[in-house]
């Protein structure tokens, strides 16, 4: 009967996904019919423009890679390679692409099977950067806006706001954490549930306490969104609508937040709906925040080919290498 039940829940769950992500795609084709102004700033985009993002979204997964590898090393029970983890953490993003989450767990069944990192510890590293990547958005976003501040004070979205949602990043770890951990040591979350959730928390407190670590992946973080932002005002001069810098400050933020929150595959529809309601507030054209959204898909995605052309070459290169050394040696 459970099991029954169990498996209704999945189905009414996979439809709704499924459904959701439909709709969203339908809601931006039928913007841009009823907009196809919209559509021809795409005219603008140079291939400069879109060499020059390629290069700095190489760069930026790489640094994805780099961070999660530091602090994976920390709990791993034995040493592994930089260039291993980077092939897995970049099929583990093309695999997001496709289907929601499966890249989260195809790299925590690796990191399991490689390294012997427990689950909870992946899920560990993976709220505490999450956490980390939020806090370093809104952080430096507010920044940008108190050394912008006579921009700043004629846009609709205050220093005082972004200041506000980096105080609550910052908050709601400590308290959240200890709430989890309440439910966890009582009647309401008991057994082995509790104690993994319970080994999660521990994890992520590891992860804070290492003030070397949490110092250097604040370092990578801030050279992310230094990328990011660039990449945001690339994109926008591209398509012939230059944005001021704290503006692409706060898409960014919308956009770091869309990947923390995932509700269909890759968030497609909802990260596109997202930015373009932001652009809306900001008195952008939102259509212009939907294509920059799909571009920066397309250009993820590109990047991570890239990777995995490379890795595909490494691989024949090293079977062809051995092909040749047993052909070569002497019977």
Request: proline content about 2%.
């Amino acid at each position: 009967m459970t099991s029954v039940f169990s498996d209704k829940k999945k189905l009414l769950r996979h439809t709704f996904i499924i459904t959701l992500s439909l709709l969203l795609i339908y809601l931006i084709i039928r913007y841009f019919n009823q907009n196809p102004e919209a559509l021809q700033s795409l005219s603008n985009l140079t291939r400069s423009h879109v060499a020059l993002i390629i290069v700095i979204d190489l760069l930026i997964v790489g640094l994805l890679a780099f961070r999660t590898y530091l602090v994976i090393r920390s709990f791993a029970n034995h040493h592994f390679f930089f260039r291993k983890w980077l092939r897995i953490n970049v099929i583990g993003q093309s695999l997001n692409f496709f289907i929601s989450q499966a890249g989260d767990v195809y790299r925590a069944r690796l990191a399991k099977q490689h390294f012997d990192l427990a689950y909870a510890n992946y899920g560990s590293v993976f709220l505490f950067i999450s956490w980390l990547d939020i806090l370093i958005t809104f952080a430096t976003a507010a920044l940008l806006g108190f050394l912008l501040l006579e921009e700043f004070e004629t846009s609709i979205i205050s220093m005082e706001l972004l200041l506000s949602f980096a105080m609550i990043a910052f908050l709601i770890a400590p308290i959240g954490t200890q709430l989890l951990r309440f439910f966890c040591t009582t009647r309401f979350c008991p057994g082995r549930v509790g104690e993994q959730i319970a080994k999660l928390l521990d994890g992520f407190w590891d992860c804070a306490k290492n003030t070397k670590q949490s110092i250097n992946l604040i370092g990578i973080g801030f050279l992310m969104f230094c990328g990011l932002t660039t990449i945001v005002v690339i994109i926008f001069d591209g398509l012939g609508s230059p944005i001021e810098l704290h503006n692409a400050a706060l898409l960014l933020a919308t956009y770091r937040l869309t990947h923390a929150f995932i509700i269909t595959p890759g968030n497609i529809g909802v990260r596109e709906w997202s930015i373009g309601g932001v652009c809306l507030v900001l008195g952008i054209d939102p259509g212009l925040g939907i294509i920059f959204s799909l571009i920066m898909r397309l250009i993820r995605l590109f990047a991570l080919a890239i990777f995995v052309s490379l890795f595909g070459l490494e691989t024949i290169g090293k079977i062809a290498h051995k092909t040749w050394h047993r052909s070569s040696a002497p019977s």
